[in-house]
C-alpha cells in the first residue's frame, strides 16, 4: 500500500512536472514566434542586398512606398522590406495598413503595348464593364513608303484559368486606313479606309502582379476596299494601373 | 409665497447651458493623417545626352527625356523621345537627284519594356552606398527624319546608379529605323552611348 502511495506521488509529481514545462511553452512559444529577423534590403528589391536587420518588434516609421516595397526607417538606419513581411507589431497605424492594403491592389485600367507579326506596334487600353473588359486598341505598321493602322473598339473576356495562366478572347469592330503605297487594306496601295472586324486571343503569363505577358493570336476582316483578311501573332506587355 | 414661486419660476433663466453639455461630434475623414503620410514612388523621369554612331554617316550628339512605370520588381515600362541632327552635308544618287537633304533631323518617338536583371549596392567611400542596376530594355516606336518616318526599334543596355531623390544612368543602345528611304542609303542602323540622369514622381 505504502509502495503504491509513494509510487502514485511520483507519477503525479512528473505528471505536474509535466503539465508546467508544456504550460511554459505555450506561453513562451508565440512570443519566440513574433521575434523574427526582419532583414532590410538596399533596394525596393529581392535581388538588392540585406544592410541590416531587425527584430520584428522593433517600431519602424514607413517612409515611401514603391510596388510592392517599403522603405522603412527605425531611426538610425534605412532599408526596404516587402509589405507583405511588414509585422503587425512593427508600429503602423491602422490607417497606414488600409493605406498600403489599397495602394497595392491593382487598379481597373490596363493599359497594353507589343508588336506583331506584320511588323506592326500595338498599343491598348481596357476597362472593366460587368463580366467582360471594353478594349480599344491601336495598330500601326510604318516602312515609310507603305504605312498602314486600324483602330478597334470591342471586348474582352477571360474564357479559362489554369494555375497562373489564363485564356482571353476578343472581339471588336473598327476602321483600317491605309496610307498610300501600302498594299495592306488595299491591293493596289491606294489611300483608303474600311470598316473591319477582328477576333483574337490572348493566352496570359503573369510576370509580375500588375504586369503579364500576352500571346496573341488575331485575325481581322476588311469589310470594304478589297475585303482582305490578315492574320498576325503578336507579343503584348500588358500593365494593371 | 407668490414671491417665492416668482424666484423659483426665474432661477432656471438665470442657468446658462454649459457649452460642453452640446453634441460637437468630431469629423472624421477617411485616409492618412499628414504626420502619418507615406510618398509613393510611381517611376522615374530623366534627361540626357547620347553620342550616336550612325552607318555611313558622322557621328553626332542626341539629346533624350525618358519615363520609366514601376511595373513591378524587375519590370518597367518605358517612354522614351530622342532629338538629333541626323546628316550635314546633302545626298545624290548618280542622276544628281537629293535623296537626302542637308541638315535633316532625326527625331524618335519610342515606348518599351525594361527588366532589371542584375542588382546591388555600390560604395566608392565604405561609407555610403548607393542601390544600382543593370537592365535590358526593348523599344519599339517611330523614327521621324525629314519628311519621312519608319518604324524603330531598339534594344538597349542600361546601369542605373539609384539615389534617394535621383539617379543617374548609363546606355548602350543598338537602333534600327525601317524607314525605306534611309534604308536604300543604308543608313538605317547604328548604336549609341549616353548618359542620363533625373528624378521620380
Redesign the interface.
Known sequence: MLVQGNLWCLLTRRVRQMLYITTFCLICAPSWAQQEQLYLR????????V?FEVSSTEQLQ?????????LLSNGRRQGWLPVAQVPESSGL?R??RW??KD?LRPGNWQVQ?G?NSE?A?Q?GVSYPLDEYRLAARFT????????WQSAELGLEQVFSRYAAWSLQGFAGLGLGINEQGSRHWDENGRETSTALFTVSGDVVWP?????DLRLRLQASQALGADQSAHTAVALI?N?SL | MKYLILCLLAVPLLVNAETTDIYQPRIKVAGLEKSENISRRYGSWGVGVAQQAQDNLSSRTALNFTGRWFAGERWYLLGSAQFAPFNQSEIRNSSGQVLLESGEQANVLAGGAGYAFLQGAASLSGRTSYPWQVAVEGLMGEQYTGDSSGRYTGLAFSWQLLGDDYWLATEWRVYQSDDSRLDKLNVNKGMQWGISFGSYF
Open positions: 538596399k533596394g525596393p528589391g529581392s535581388a538588392f542586398p544592410i514607413p517612409l515611401r512606398l514603391q510596388g510592392e516595397w517599403l497605424s490607417a497606414q493605406y498600403l495602394a503595348g508588336w511588323t506596334l498599343l500601326r505598321a510604318n516602312a515609310g513608303e507603305q504605312a510576370l509580375e502582379k500588375r504586369l506587355w500593365l
